[in-house]
């Protein structure tokens, strides 16, 4: 009997190791993983800095609580701000808890309750955050959700301005939609949000949780814009694998939440925060963040040419190492043919095959990993 609620729609595949961008499986069959935990393990799996630096907090301390002041968590946090346009940090365990940290805050700060999100994105599984999720599968089930949460079309600026007034606490945003379509949004339209929301009151909100921690090639995404935004929500590529969660937030907010405003028991835990702390050492370089972009272009370039004749094919979009094939046909059947010719991949909706490969990602893996989209390609949909 499995002991396990069914939750989740798990893969015939059982990791025995994995290092860098392969795993291997339980049979000694190898992947190259396009996947990397979704979009968590920016530096590969196992990476050795980050290892050492877990190990060593091991050996110190594990938990001690929040009533404690903390080096560690002051540290990571002052890396965080001095990447971004942002000043303080509160840590959590993961993007919905960040997220749900960032709605609080919102509705606290402003002192109005209504937040404006977009259709297709995801924020998380909690009650607000799937609040402000704009997907009705997510919502279907649990009965009334949390109130106030307007949908609105993404990339649409005449929707924005209809729809945004004095009574708007926050706008929510995702700059590459990942869950709904690696969708990324246009500078317009991110502008418009920042503009509006500086005009009525609002605070402008970005969920980093997917793009944050050099995925697109910046710090952060929204920095391919120059965007200024009061909040934005982390979790995912910030601990390598180790749970952690964090929003930021600008000078302004920090009276809105002060003692007992929220808390998190595990939130800043030493041995997520000394994995992160070793992780941004890495990522943050500007070297490191200039390799991530060209290999994203490199990437996004070789997979345009290879499905080229294609006609399945109607689009590689994308950022930096988050990239979708845009497919006008259905891909579950595509992404299980990729696994078992030994590339791993995900879903971003039903006609999306998103790619999240490490950071890290050789350009050799890079070719591998076209190769085998493009002969799988040809294999399910050439008759």
């Not at 977009?118 to 909690?126: A, D, L, V, W």
């Not at 997979?303 to 994308?318: H, I, N, P, S």
């Not at 595509?334 to 078992?340: G, P």
Request: glycine residues 8%; negative net charge.
């Amino acid at each position: 009997m499995d002991a396990l609620f069914p939750t989740y729609a798990r893969w015939d595949l059982t990791v025995e190791s994995a290092e860098g961008a392969v795993i291997v499986d339980n049979t000694g069959k190898k992947y190259v993983d396009f996947v990397s935990g979704i979009a968590v393990c920016n530096l590969g799996h196992r990476h050795p800095a980050v290892t050492s630096a877990v190990e060593d907090q091991l050996k110190k301390y594990w938990h001690v609580s929040n009533l404690f002041k903390s080096d560690l968590q002051q540290e990571v946090a002052e890396k965080l701000v001095s990447y971004s346009d942002l000043d303080a940090v509160f840590f959590c365990n993961s993007g919905a808890e960040a997220n749900e940290a960032a709605l609080k805050l919102a509705r606290k700060h402003t002192q109005k309750s209504k937040i404006i999100t977009f259709k297709q994105s995801f924020h998380g599984r909690t009650f607000a955050t799937m609040a402000a999720t704009g997907q009705e599968k997510i919502h279907s089930g649990y009965g009334p959700l949390l109130q106030e949460f307007v949908y609105l079309p993404y990339n649409n600026c005449d929707a924005l301005e209809r729809e945004m007034d004095d009574t708007v606490a926050a706008v929510m945003v995702e700059v590459v939609q990942g869950e709904g379509g690696v969708v990324p949004g246009t500078e317009k339209f991110l502008k418009k949000i920042e503009e509006l929301c500086s005009q009525h009151g609002a605070l402008f909100i970005i969920d980093e949780v997917q793009t944050g921690i050099g995925r697109t090639g910046k710090a952060f995404a929204y920095q391919q814009f120059n965007l200024s935004p009061d909040i934005i929500t982390l979790a995912k590529g910030l601990g390598s694998g180790l749970p952690v969660g964090a929003m930021l937030g600008k000078e302004k907010l920090k009276e809105s939440f002060g003692p007992g405003s929220h808390g998190s028991t595990f939130g800043g835990n030493p041995i997520s925060l000394a994995a992160a702390k070793a992780t941004l050492s890495i990522i943050f370089e500007d070297e490191f963040l200039a390799e991530v972009e060209k290999k994203g272009e490199y990437l996004q370039a070789e997979l345009t040419k290879a499905l080229a004749e294609q006609d399945v094919v109607t689009e590689v979009r994308g950022s930096g190492l988050i990239l979708g094939i845009v497919c006008k046909e259905e891909v579950a059947a595509t992404i299980t043919a990729l696994r078992e010719n030994g590339l791993l991949t995900l879903p971003a909706g039903t006609h999306v095959i998103r790619l999240l490969p490490p950071l890290t990602v050789t350009y050799e893996e890079i070719d591998e990993a076209v190769n085998i989209i493009k002969e799988t390609l040809v294999g399910t949909y050439v008759k």
